[in-house]
């Protein structure tokens, strides 16, 4: 038997898995993108009641299905470990931040500037990696990091103030992404073992939210109990569908990818939601998209020399 006959099932069988990888990352970053259609139906709720439901719904939903798996041991061996779980109550927190501050974005139609946010989040990801991982940078590399602070500066002038909502969710995005990356716990146990950590502090606020008259669940109607409750799910598995294909594709193939989740917010905010997108935006924006797509092609010049 030639080598070709033997290679064609290894390379349809590759084949198979970048497609997957591309599908399923592909489909977390559209889940993500549309996300505001989804919080804006809670718009009665209060951010903060939302992102109670999430935190407690999604580690009820996760622990099930690492439950269902017999993994839950995986969870256990973070909480033992001192550092990891005081990395991962780190975590925790600031993703909590970063959800409560992109509910409340969103639910007080600021939808473009939360795109925004995560339009910036790779290049401050690139920041942390020099300030505090002393990772050095090439001539492309600083020229996207300077395009991108001159599109920041630029908005900032423009509207009198510094893009407070962005300039968060990116930071509070990227520090989380840093001690993720430090922390040897995989995305669904990692997921886990952080909500679980902070579901009492969750939990508490919502037994005090009914106690006060103000809890929504049980309280709001079916559709709000039901988008309350799926809350966890909408967490959830984009997660995991990320975590699936990021395993099957190459790096840069997900980084490109990334930037579906904010252009369909940007498109929500714009065209559905009639947020304002003037002259000013727009040169700021442009030149965010400039810095991006210098840093991306660097980005595929880099991956395919490794090759």
């Known amino acids: ?99 409560l501050v992109y509910v409340w974005g969103v639910t007080n139609d600021r939808v473009v500037e939360t795109s925004l946010g995560y339009f910036i989040n790779p290049l401050v990801n690139v920041l942390f990696g020099v300030v505090l991982l002393s990772e050095r940078l090439n001539r492309m590399q600083w020229t996207a990091v300077g395009l991108a602070a001159a599109g920041v500066l630029y908005l900032t002038w423009s509207a009198g103030h510094p893009p407070w909502l962005a300039l968060t969710l990116a930071v509070s ?6 001690l993720r990356k430090v922390v040897s716990v995989d995305a669904l146990a990692g997921l886990a073992t952080e909500t679980l950590l902070i579901m009492p502090f969750a939990a508490a606020f919502l037994i005090w ?27 959830a598995v984009p997660l995991v569908l990320f975590a699936f294909g990021a395993r099957r594709i190459p790096y840069s193939t997900v980084g490109l990818l990334q930037y579906i989740a904010p252009s369909l917010q940007l498109a929500l905010g714009v065209l559905v939601y009639g947020e304002p997108f003037g002259r000013e935006r727009a040169i700021g924006f442009s030149l965010i998209w400039l810095a991006l797509v210098i840093y991306a092609v660097d980005g595929l010049w880099r991956a395919r020399r490794q090759i």
Not at 30 to 37: A, R, S, T
Not at 45 to 69: D, K, N, T
Not at 214 to 231: W, Y
């Open 1 to 99: 038997m030639s080598d070709s006959t033997l290679s064609r099932p290894a390379a349809a069988a590759a084949s198979r898995r970048a497609t997957e990888g591309v599908l399923a990352a592909g489909g977390a970053f559209v889940i993500w993108g549309l996300f505001p259609m989804y919080l804006k139906a809670l718009q009665t709720v209060p951010p903060l009641q939302v992102i109670a439901h999430r935190v407690v719904w999604c580690c009820l939903l996760v622990m099930g299905w690492l439950a269902g798996r017999r993994e839950l041991g995986r969870v256990s061996a973070a909480l033992a470990d001192r550092r990891a779980r005081w990395t991962l109550l780190a975590t925790g927190t600031l993703i909590s931040v970063n959800w």
């Open 173 to 178: 995005f990227g520090l989380y992404g840093l």
């Open 209 to 235: 939210s009914e106690a006060a008259g103000t809890g929504a669940l049980g309280h709001s109607g079916f559709a709000i109990d039901a988008l309350l409750v799926g809350s966890g799910a909408v967490t």
